[in-house]
Nanobody, 125 residues
């Protein structure tokens, strides 16, 4: 499975962006798509994830209520709708994918086998 992320850019605080992650190759029914981010000088952190089979989602506390993860009906593309962006959301965002990841493990990056290239998000104050 190959992943391609796009949709990043520069936005003012309070604005919105929508990131997309397109998957090519075979994704099984147990596929989970996740988003992680890494800000300069900081470790990569979990943002959000969605299980493709049942649609269950989980979010980092810092983005809950502002970000929404979803997937299209073909289950090929995952989206991250980011609203009410803050300067602290500035980071390189990475999409990730894996099969058979249980809900309690979705927040851990080592459980994801597939990774896309990053897309940069910059939020100005």
């Amino acid at each position: 499975v190959q992943l391609q992320a796009f949709g990043g850019g520069l936005v003012q605080a309070g604005g919105s962006l929508r990131l997309s992650c397109a998957a090519s190759g075979r994704t099984f029914k147990t596929y989970t798509a996740g988003w992680f981010r890494q800000a300069p000088g900081r470790e990569r952190e979990f943002v959000a994830a969605i299980n493709y089979r049942d649609g269950r989602t989980t979010y980092a506390r810092s983005v809950k209520g502002r970000f929404t993860i979803s997937r299209d009906s073909s289950k090929i593309t995952a989206f991250l709708q980011m609203n009410t962006l803050k300067p602290e959301d500035t980071a390189v965002y990475y999409c990730a994918g894996g099969n058979g990841i249980i809900l309690s493990s979705m927040r851990t990056d080592r459980n994801y086998r597939y990774w896309g290239q990053g897309t940069e998000v910059t939020v100005s104050s």
